[in-house]
């Protein structure tokens, strides 16, 4: 089982929708992270939360859209997404944003119609 | 910039056998190095990093790494090969500096099957 906890586990929605992907973690890691990754490929950085606030924005389409509520959540909103944007969305923490290893959710397979 | 190679696409050992997942890396500064296993279905799974100290670090699941700063190598190893390791495999690196904090460069990948 892992310590990260991503919801939906799959989803299916179309073009012109409104879905938002979910992450959890209590670990007390300060640090959170969004990936997308296609098959056999290496993820891709998206965003990056460092205690609550946006570190990192990988110029990352603004229908992607990242919220962070507090230190345990991470979310990710999602509307008017493309066909391009199936892919696995991984979810990922770590204690800091130095040298920590990141602990990864098993992610949300994102089909797009 | 900070970049990291995985030579090869797919490495395939006999059960019982040594295996080598190769890894080389580029950074400016110091490197902060990592290996991550991924099973089909799953998200990635930490095996062991690289900071400071000894060259040789050792990992989950009877993995471990060598360092070699003069080569930019962190290849994974393991003495005896499982089934249960077939996966695929990714190295990282990460720099510490201000402006890039927090983003890990992964390597391609590598599909690591072990035959019985």
């Known amino acids: 089982d892992t310590e990260v906890t991503q919801t939906p586990k799959h989803l299916v929605m179309g073009m012109t929708n409104k879905k938002s992907l979910k992450c959890e973690q209590h670990?007390?890691?300060?640090?959170m992270y969004w990936y997308k990754q296609k098959a056999k490929k290496p993820p891709e950085l998206m965003f990056v939360?460092?205690?609550?606030?946006?570190?990192i924005n990988e110029s990352v389409p603004s229908r992607f859209s990242p919220e962070c509520p507090n230190s345990s959540l991470l979310n990710l909103h999602l509307h008017a997404l493309q066909p391009e944007d199936s892919a696995l969305y991984l979810c990922?923490?770590?204690?800091?944003?130095?040298?920590?290893?990141?602990?990864f959710g098993d992610g949300t397979r994102l089909s797009i119609l | 910039a900070q970049s990291v190679a995985q030579p090869e696409d797919q490495v395939n050992v006999a059960e019982g056998n040594p295996l080598t997942v190769k890894c080389t890396y580029s950074?400016?500064?110091?490197?902060?190095l990592f290996w991550y296993v991924q099973y089909p279905n799953r998200g990635l799974q930490f095996l062991l990093k690289?900071?400071?100290?000894?060259?040789l670090v050792k990992g989950s699941y009877g993995f471990e790494a060598e360092f070699n700063k003069s080569q930019t190598s962190f290849h994974l190893k393991k003495p005896s090969a499982l089934v249960s390791d077939s996966a695929l495999y990714f190295c990282?690196?990460?720099?510490?500096?201000?402006?890039?904090?927090?983003?890990?460069?992964f390597g391609d990948g590598t599909t690591l099957t072990v035959k019985p």
């Open positions: 990282a690196v990460r720099e510490f500096h201000n402006t890039n904090a927090g983003k890990s460069t």
């Open positions: 990922a923490s770590s204690q800091e944003i130095s040298n920590q290893p990141q602990h």
């Open positions: 690289y900071i400071t100290g000894d060259n």
């Open positions: 939360y460092s205690y609550e606030k946006l570190s």
């Open positions: 950074v400016s500064g110091n490197p902060y």
């Open positions: 670990m007390g890691h300060r640090a």
